[in-house]
């Protein structure tokens, strides 16, 4: 079974060599497509002689949906689906922390992303049912839960009486005062709510750490991209955010060559990231994908893309290790992910000596640092 990615053309590309590899391997297997990809272009995996069904991402949870052979492609229109989103992840085997879904899709249409024609419109799983799987796995021993989506920010926009993420944040740690560790995965700067903001200031069980959806840090380039935060809004949130939490960490999603981007541009998203302090970057160049309107805009050269995306990472290595550096002399409560390995409230990755339970909370002294995460001996 392969669950494809669709947020580049080379994801797309990578999951098609997959299948053509996995084929010559297992000639006798039968071989189930599924996921964004095979959402947004069924046909295209329908033409591969390697594969027997392609199933969409509403279809593949569906009851017998693997074992049905009387059509070869389930597809359906994902705009169509409208009941909140009740797929909610129990906690994952042999890893620290769990993930608990409570959203997915997207209502915005960002020029360069086609993610909402894979996931559909957004929806919000009820804050009821988020806090029974949370007060669940905190039950069963899960130190760290995380809350995921598509577009997390965006939960509850969809449910009655319109309530937001920082009032499901509030309730949970309400009403799991069990739970030690509580954490956000990528949210969009243009939607932190006032209680969210007021959390971040006073509850230490969430964790000081924002992955920012920034893409850039140029405004006419973040206009073309149709995002709704511009680089002072960014800038101010981090202030903001800092003066209320000074621990925080910060990273970021930043692309790379963006059509029409001038050097002037690259420049004003280099900048960012020094003067924001961001720590964390996920780089991406830029892949055209069809069917967007970033598509339909004069290209950056592919050497160029290259180049910015080059350039970009070191920059964020830098950023790392002025981060890594800051952390010296420190004792960092870390989740210890396996033997060797803990992640610090901020999310700067802890290396130390010796073997620990994974999933246990112990506290680090922070003797140096390797470039990619701190060099640490447990504290009795």
């Known amino acids: 079974m392969f669950n494809t990615c669709a947020v580049t053309n080379e994801a797309v590309r990578q999951a098609r060599q997959a299948i053509r590899k996995a084929r010559r391997e297992r000639p006798d297997a039968r071989f189930i497509v599924t996921g964004c990809a095979a959402q947004i272009d069924p046909a295209a995996f329908a033409a591969m002689p390697e594969v027997d069904l392609v199933l969409g991402n509403a279809e593949k949870a569906a009851p017998g949906a693997l074992l049905d052979t009387s059509t070869r492609v389930r597809v359906n229109d994902i705009m169509s689906i409208k009941e909140t989103a009740g797929h ?10 769990a993930y608990v879904e409570v959203q997915n899709g997207c209502d915005h249409r960002c020029t360069f992303c086609i993610i909402p024609f894979g996931r559909g419109n957004s929806r919000s799983a009820p804050a009821g049912e988020v806090v029974e799987q949370i007060r669940r796995l905190a039950a069963e021993g899960y130190n760290e839960v995380v809350l995921t989506g598509v577009d997390v920010t965006s939960w509850g926009s969809d449910l009655p009486g319109q309530p937001t993420l920082g009032q499901l944040v509030g309730r949970i740690l309400k009403l799991v005062p069990d739970l030690p560790r509580l954490r956000l995965s990528s949210i969009d700067a243009a939607e932190i709510d006032p209680d969210l903001f007021k959390l971040l200031e006073t509850e230490p069980r969430l964790m000081p750490y924002l992955h920012l959806s920034l893409q850039a840090g140029d405004n006419m380039i973040l206009k073309r991209m149709k995002r709704r935060h511009s680089r002072e809004d960014a800038l101010k949130l981090v202030a903001e955010v800092r003066r209320v939490r000074p621990d925080t960490a910060f990273g970021a999603d930043l692309i790379a060559g963006f059509p029409t981007e001038s050097e002037e541009a690259f420049e004003n998203t280099l900048k960012l990231v020094e003067e924001a302090g961001l720590a964390f970057l996920h780089v991406f160049p830029y892949s055209a994908r069809p069917g967007t309107p970033a598509a339909r805009m004069p290209p950056v050269k592919g050497p160029v893309i290259k180049d910015r995306a080059r350039r970009l990472r070191e ?46 909370i112990l506290a680090f002294r922070v003797t140096g640092h390797d470039g990619s995460r701190v060099t640490a001996e447990r504290v009795a």
């Open 88 to 97: 909610l992840i129990s906690g994952l085997k042999d890893r620290a922390r």
């Open 315 to 360: 920059a964020g290595q830098a950023g790392l290790e002025r981060h890594l550096q800051r952390q010296v002399g420190r004792v960092l409560s870390g989740l210890v992910e396996r033997d060797g390995v803990a992640r610090a409230e901020d999310f700067t990755e802890i290396a130390f000596t010796g073997e620990a339970p994974s999933g246990q």
